[in-house]
């Protein structure tokens, strides 16, 4: 009988009584985060192909952003007993990249900063307007949870309108001086049917997969959803921002006036750039050397083409010339997917592996083009093709001399072939497939425009020298957003320094100043994150001579997804000393 006691209890004890080895913890830690993560961010959840929680959008309730809070201090405290020694290797960049991501959630979270969200582009509400593509619905019961979803958007809103009225009592809200720009985009998402609404897209064309006979009521369903949820949400929110939030903008743009700003944007800048010792007068310093550089390059074009003026009326020219500007909104989009090709032909001398999913050409969507920038990649949900968006609005801002290095960004060699590489990475926690440190992402984004030139894809002088304007355009980015968050240049002072320095056109020169104004410290990630590639790159060159080959670093910089810097710099340290061996 004792021995059967025995025995019962021991079967009784819990999992945890038993004890498990170091990685074992880690995969469990891992695994309960991801978990809890879904729970609390249902977007974030579709976001990585899990669609258990597909009929609700997030609670963010200052009561939900405190159990978040709570919860990612214990897993920093979990993950702080394992013996990071005894694991292997992967598992120490999974460790490390795991304590930054949750441990720059605790940091920042002391801040609250979800009394301000949105920025100059984009934000809560532009979320609601890409439900259709994000979450993709596929089957009759993807439909019943989308339309749940839609359903669910007033009380979303309301949150996130008394988030922003907290902001507003604290003294932390959007400058005045941007609210224009932003209060335009808010204005045009006024629909008077639901057939308006981008929302409406997945009722405008089943799939297959849907039967016929499910199709009316789902319709029908949608419908009221967006009739009686979506559009008075946004009407609500239209009339909040004109009426309430916009006469209480902050009169300042520095992120270092905002309450406790200071430590804020410091903290920011270690963030985007993913350094733990950066700091904002380092970054601008290290603007102004690249600026003067770079600006030294584009002289060298200016004599090149036998230009007769000064840099300023070269610019103008630049900006004015109907040779340099599509005509038609199709003019530019096949323009961009014909240069998508040709990098496409070159990929196989610069990257032993590319990845198996494809992506396509879209313009950005109408509803948030105007203050938005001139094109952007959009990964999408797990398991779809990419999408490199390109802005059609306003055709005389858009020039085509640009063209081939925004291309090269956003699309290949940039955020597609990095993206869809990481998403199809195997053996490595969930969290880390779509993990985005944005000066490691950025960076390749940058480091990719550089990279279009050894392929030979700027063709004339132009080219290059719109891919010289758009390095210096993230140079300038060190020397703004700096200067306008921590050192007192006025917005003016910075839309004046980009203009003078780039060919940006003066509407893109207002777009992305309020953008970094909204956004403080994310244009720092791009320029930092490409000099410490190049460097990297030179390192390899240096120590491996002859036996360099450009392919094996591309590979070597992209074998772990997303990283922070330093752990980049680790993962081409072991790149080479592995080569070294060979």
């Given at each position: 009988?004792?021995?059967?006691?025995?025995?019962l209890?021991?079967?009784?004890?819990?999992?945890?009584?038993?004890?498990?080895?170091?990685?074992?913890?880690?995969?469990?830690?891992?695994?309960?985060?991801?978990?809890?993560l879904w729970?609390?961010d249902?977007?974030?959840?579709?976001?990585?192909?899990?669609?258990?929680?597909?009929?609700?959008?997030?609670?963010?309730?200052?009561?939900?952003?405190?159990?978040?809070?709570?919860a990612?201090?214990?897993?920093?405290d979990?993950?702080?007993?394992?013996?990071?020694?005894?694991?292997?290797?992967?598992?120490?960049?999974?460790?490390?990249?795991?304590?930054?991501?949750?441990?720059?959630?605790?940091?920042?979270?002391?801040?609250?900063?979800?009394?301000?969200?949105?920025?100059?582009?984009?934000?809560f509400y532009?979320?609601?307007?890409?439900?259709?593509?994000?979450?993709?619905?596929?089957?009759?019961?993807?439909?019943?949870?989308?339309?749940?979803?839609?359903?669910?958007?007033?009380?979303?809103?309301?949150?996130?309108?008394?988030?922003?009225?907290?902001?507003?009592?604290?003294?932390?809200?959007?400058?005045?001086?941007?609210?224009?720009?932003?209060?335009?985009?808010?204005?045009?998402?006024?629909?008077?049917?639901?057939?308006?609404?981008?929302?409406?897209?997945?009722?405008?064309?089943?799939?297959?997969?849907?039967?016929?006979?499910?199709?009316?009521?789902?319709?029908?369903?949608?419908?009221?959803?967006i009739?009686?949820?979506?559009?008075?949400?946004?009407?609500e929110?239209?009339?909040?921002?004109?009426?309430?939030?916009?006469?209480?903008?902050?009169?300042?743009?520095a992120?270092?006036?905002?309450?406790?700003?200071?430590?804020?944007?410091?903290?920011?800048?270690?963030?985007y750039?993913?350094?733990?010792?950066?700091?904002?007068?380092?970054?601008?310093?290290?603007?102004?050397?690249?600026?003067?550089?770079?600006?030294?390059?584009?002289?060298?074009?200016?004599?090149?083409?036998?230009?007769?003026?000064?840099?300023?009326?070269?610019?103008?020219?630049?900006?004015?010339?109907?040779?340099?500007?599509?005509?038609t909104?199709?003019?530019?989009?096949?323009r961009?997917a014909?240069?998508?090709?040709?990098?496409?032909?070159?990929?196989?001398?610069?990257?032993?592996?590319?990845?198996?999913?494809?992506?396509?050409?879209?313009?950005?969507?109408?509803?948030?083009?105007?203050?938005?920038?001139?094109?952007?990649?959009?990964?999408?949900?797990?398991?779809?093709?990419?999408?490199?968006?390109?802005?059609?609005?306003?055709?005389?801002?858009?020039?085509?001399?640009?063209?081939?290095?925004?291309?090269?960004?956003?699309?290949?060699?940039?955020?597609?072939?990095?993206?869809?590489?990481?998403?199809?990475?195997?053996?490595?926690?969930?969290?880390?497939l779509?993990?985005?440190?944005?000066?490691?992402?950025?960076?390749?984004?940058?480091?990719?425009?550089?990279?279009?030139?050894?392929?030979?894809?700027?063709?004339?002088?132009?080219?290059?020298?719109?891919?010289?304007?758009?390095?210096?355009?993230?140079?300038?980015?060190?020397?703004?957003?700096?200067?306008?968050?921590?050192?007192?240049?006025?917005?003016?002072?910075?839309?004046?320094?980009?203009?003078?320095?780039?060919?940006?056109?003066?509407?893109?020169?207002?777009?992305?100043?309020?953008?970094?104004?909204?956004?403080?410290?994310?244009?720092?990630?791009?320029?930092?994150?490409?000099?410490?590639?190049?460097?990297?790159?030179?390192?390899?060159?240096?120590?491996?001579?002859e036996?360099?080959?450009?392919?094996?670093?591309?590979?070597?910089?992209?074998?772990?997804?997303?990283?922070?810097?330093?752990?980049?710099?680790?993962?081409?340290?072991?790149?080479?000393?592995?080569?070294?061996?060979?």
């Amino acid at each position: 009988m004792k021995r059967l006691l025995a025995i019962l209890a021991f079967a009784m004890l819990p999992s945890f009584a038993f004890a498990q080895t170091p990685s074992e913890t880690l995969s469990q830690l891992f695994q309960e985060e991801r978990q809890f993560l879904w729970r609390e961010d249902p977007l974030a959840a579709t976001g990585d192909g899990v669609h258990d929680f597909d009929d609700r959008l997030p609670s963010v309730t200052p009561e939900a952003y405190a159990r978040r809070l709570s919860a990612d201090r214990a897993f920093l405290d979990r993950l702080q007993r394992i013996d990071r020694a005894a694991l292997s290797h992967q598992e120490q960049v999974s460790y490390d990249l795991f304590a930054f991501m949750v441990g720059q959630r605790v940091q920042l979270a002391r801040y609250n900063d979800w009394r301000l969200p949105l920025n100059s582009d984009s934000g809560f509400y532009s979320d609601i307007l890409f439900l259709g593509s994000s979450h993709a619905p596929r089957t009759t019961h993807d439909y019943e949870t989308y339309i749940a979803r839609l359903n669910d958007v007033p009380r979303y809103f309301r949150e996130q309108i008394a988030n922003m009225r907290q902001g507003m009592r604290d003294g932390f809200t959007l400058p005045a001086e941007i609210a224009p720009g932003v209060g335009q985009v808010i204005d045009g998402l006024h629909y008077t049917r639901a057939e308006d609404a981008p929302v409406w897209s997945p009722f405008a064309d089943f799939p297959d997969t849907v039967p016929e006979q499910d199709r009316a009521r789902l319709t029908e369903a949608g419908r009221a959803a967006i009739t009686n949820a979506v559009i008075p949400a946004f009407d609500e929110f239209r009339t909040f921002f004109a009426n309430e939030y916009a006469p209480r903008a902050r009169r300042t743009i520095a992120a270092g006036s905002l309450p406790n700003g200071r430590a804020y944007y410091a903290d920011l800048v270690r963030y985007y750039t993913t350094l733990p010792d950066a700091t904002p007068r380092q970054v601008h310093e290290i603007g102004l050397r690249e600026v003067a550089r770079i600006r030294a390059e584009m002289e060298g074009i200016i004599r090149e083409v036998g230009f007769q003026g000064s840099f300023a009326d070269f610019l103008t020219y630049l900006r004015t010339d109907p040779q340099f500007y599509a005509q038609t909104p199709e003019e530019l989009l096949r323009r961009a997917a014909w240069i998508t090709r040709e990098i496409d032909g070159h990929l196989p001398e610069y990257f032993g592996r590319l990845p198996r999913t494809p992506y396509t050409v879209r313009p950005v969507p109408a509803a948030i083009a105007p203050n938005y920038t001139g094109g952007r990649y959009n990964p999408g949900p797990m398991g779809v093709a990419g999408e490199y968006w390109v802005n059609t609005y306003a055709l005389n801002t858009r020039p085509l001399y640009v063209l081939p290095a925004l291309t090269a960004h956003e699309a290949a060699p940039g955020h597609h072939i990095q993206g869809a590489l990481a998403r199809e990475l195997t053996d490595l926690p969930r969290f880390r497939l779509n993990f985005y440190p944005h000066a490691f992402g950025e960076g390749w984004g940058l480091y990719s425009e550089r990279l279009a030139g050894e392929m030979g894809i700027y063709h004339t002088p132009y080219e290059r020298f719109g891919q010289l304007t758009y390095e210096m355009w993230r140079a300038c980015r060190l020397v703004v957003d700096t200067g306008m968050h921590s050192m007192g240049w006025s917005r003016q002072r910075a839309l004046d320094y980009l203009a003078s320095n780039t060919a940006l056109s003066t509407h893109e020169v207002r777009t992305e100043i309020d953008r970094y104004i909204a956004w403080p410290g994310q244009a720092l990630a791009y320029k930092m994150g490409e000099l410490q590639i190049v460097a990297l790159r030179q390192r390899a060159r240096d120590r491996l001579g002859e036996r360099f080959d450009v392919r094996a670093f591309h590979d070597a910089v992209l074998a772990n997804g997303g990283v922070t810097l330093p752990v980049l710099e680790q993962q081409i340290d072991d790149y080479i000393a592995a080569a070294e061996r060979q």
